[in-house]
């Protein structure tokens, strides 16, 4: 009886090993990699648009039984097609895709961060609201490499009131730079002035049309003052404040035209946008 079970149970262990041995592991799924992204932060600069009102009329029968017009209150009236910049521009992931992806776009204020996949261009459309398609190009934004973080500013020539519903000029303001890559606090003259910058105790900087200033101070609170104008006479207040300056963040100042009637009687308007750098891991190194 001993020998019979030896001999099943040897026979068992047999044909595990074998089984073990002809069984191939299952191959190793292949982990999705995500494309590279980049980011970018779109803000739309120039004057306000302005305010326009309707004043309704209410026909009134009097004592003598005659009808009267009688104005009533008045009810401020939306801006007029191309007086403001699209407040949403649309892309496509690809080109055969049907739908599209949104992009808020500031205006003369801070936006969002959107990431996108980067060294791809995007044309972004703009669409007909009140028939919610009519897709039709606008702008194309520039090409962004890998782990990329930009700031593109929207400008109009035009004083139009259909001013917006003409192709923008872009300004695009790479974050990673060698020039912004450690700056704390960055100056941007889009405007068609001169603007005078004083910084804290550092001497007067003049910031001539497209050009930029970084301020080198490590301090994280300063003054800061800034004319505008195109002579001595000509000066303008824009800002004399105090500002805090935190040194994980971007603090950048943009100067644009805006239109007097509607920016306090001044032909220079100033945005203030405060960027978070954000932190990007490091590509693994392919061995």
């Known amino acids: 009886m001993k020998i019979i079970l030896s001999l099943i149970l040897g026979y068992v262990l047999t044909s595990i090993l074998a089984s073990a041995l002809t069984t191939k592991p299952e191959p190793k799924?292949?982990?999705?990699?995500?494309?590279?992204?980049a980011h970018v932060t779109v803000i739309a600069l120039g004057a306000i648009a302005k305010r326009r009102f309707h004043i309704p009329e209410k026909i009134k029968k009097?004592?003598?039984?005659?009808?009267?017009?009688?104005?009533?209150?008045?009810?401020?009236?939306?801006?007029?097609?191309?007086?403001?910049p699209p407040a949403t521009l649309y892309?496509?992931?690809?080109?055969?895709?049907?739908?599209?992806?949104?992009?808020?776009?500031?205006?003369?204020?801070?936006?969002?961060i959107n990431e996108l996949k980067a060294n791809k261009?995007?044309?972004?459309?703009?669409?007909?609201?009140?028939?919610?398609?009519?897709?039709?190009?606008?702008?194309?934004?520039?090409?962004?490499?890998?782990?990329?973080?930009?700031?593109?500013?929207?400008?109009?020539?035009?004083?139009?009131?259909?001013?917006?519903?003409?192709?923008?000029?872009?300004?695009?303001?790479?974050?990673?730079?060698?020039?912004?890559?450690?700056a704390r606090l960055f100056m941007?003259?889009?405007?068609?002035?001169?603007?005078?910058?004083?910084i804290g105790d550092a001497d007067q900087v003049v910031?001539?049309?497209n050009e930029g200033y970084v301020f080198k101070g490590e301090e994280?609170?300063?003054?800061?003052?800034?004319?505008?104008?195109?002579?001595?006479?000509?000066?303008?207040?824009?800002?004399?404040?105090?500002?805090?300056?935190?040194?994980?963040?971007?603090?950048?100042?943009?100067?644009y035209n805006a239109d007097p009637a509607t920016n306090s009687g001044k032909s220079v308007g100033v945005c203030r946008v405060v960027t978070t750098r954000l932190k990007f891991s490091k590509p693994e190194k392919k061995q």
């Open 188 to 198: 941007k003259n889009i405007s068609s002035e001169r603007v005078y910058l004083r």
């Open 91 to 112: 892309y496509r992931e690809k080109n055969d895709d049907k739908e599209y992806a949104k992009i808020r776009i500031g205006f003369n204020n801070p936006a969002s």
């Open 207 to 209: 910031l001539k049309p």
């Open 220 to 255: 994280t609170q300063n003054m800061i003052k800034v004319l505008a104008g195109k002579g001595r006479s000509g000066k303008v207040l824009l800002i004399r404040t105090g500002i805090r300056i935190p040194p994980e963040n971007l603090t950048t100042f943009a100067f």
């Open 62 to 84: 009097n004592k003598a039984g005659k009808e009267i017009a009688e104005k009533g209150t008045p009810i401020l009236i939306p801006p007029l097609e191309g007086e403001s």
């Open 121 to 182: 261009q995007y044309r972004l459309y703009r669409r007909n609201e009140k028939s919610g398609s009519d897709y039709n190009q606008y702008i194309t934004l520039p090409m962004m490499a890998e782990n990329s973080q930009a700031l593109l500013f929207l400008t109009q020539k035009s004083k139009r009131t259909s001013r917006w519903l003409n192709k923008p000029i872009t300004n695009s303001i790479n974050l990673n730079s060698k020039k912004l890559k450690n």
């Open 29 to 37: 799924k292949k982990e999705k990699l995500e494309p590279p992204k």
